[in-house]
């Protein structure tokens, strides 16, 4: 997104518009998308969702030109497509540099690969299973899936985020270690 963009009023009562022709459902709309977004963002354990829903919602209505002609379907849903997008955005800024990009070597992916299943057979039996079980569900069903997880753990969801979070950062640790001695 362009950072000089800000919303003005023009763009965001094109906004409402764009939500709904009547004003009053469109502003109820508005008010809906941007809780769902917040708790989306909380959900995910971000710090500053309220930020993150408003920078959601300034892509979508900074696109509206070119979206309104052609975007047929639910709009909210559009919403959630973007914050996906601004979601994976702030983790990029928030954690620890990845892996370069293998790019095209089949050794170095080999290596990688090699590397990932010899960091993982080093985990605990207890936290393998517990990261195959967190990420053993996609889509709409993730969530509901992880909060079951947590109340059978007895422990909050934010609570279990943070401990697949450390599993994961321990993960890439290793892999990058093992990578570096095996190219070194």
Same mark, same amino acid.
């Given at each position: 997104m362009n950072k000089d963009w800000e919303l003005s009023q023009e763009a965001f009562d094109a906004l409402l518009d764009w939500l709904d022709s009547d004003h009053e459902q469109a502003a109820l709309k508005y008010e809906k998308i941007r809780h769902s977004l917040i708790k989306i963002f909380t959900g995910r354990g971000c710090v500053s969702p309220e930020d993150l829903a408003d920078e959601t919602i300034n892509r979508v209505t900074s *696109?509206? @030109? /070119?979206? %309104? *002609? $052609?975007?047929? !379907? $639910? %709009? /909210?849903?559009? +919403? +959630? !497509?973007?914050? *996906?997008?601004?979601?994976? /955005?702030?983790?990029? %800024? @928030?954690?620890?540099q990845a892996l370069p990009p293998p790019g095209n070597d089949p050794n170095r992916i080999e290596v990688e690969y090699n590397c990932l299943e010899r960091c993982i057979e080093r985990l605990t039996e207890e936290n393998r299973e517990l990261l195959l079980r967190y990420h053993g569900a996609d889509g709409s069903a993730e969530t509901d899936h992880r909060r079951a997880l947590a109340q059978q753990m007895g422990i909050a969801p934010n609570a279990l985020r943070i401990r697949v979070y450390r599993i994961r950062l321990s993960l890439k640790e290793c892999v990058e270690k093992c990578v570096e001695r095996s190219l070194g």
């Open positions: *696109k509206l @030109k /070119e979206i %309104r *002609k $052609d975007f047929t !379907g $639910d %709009r /909210e849903r559009y +919403f +959630f !497509g973007v914050a *996906k997008m601004v979601h994976m /955005e702030h983790l990029r %800024r @928030k954690l620890p």
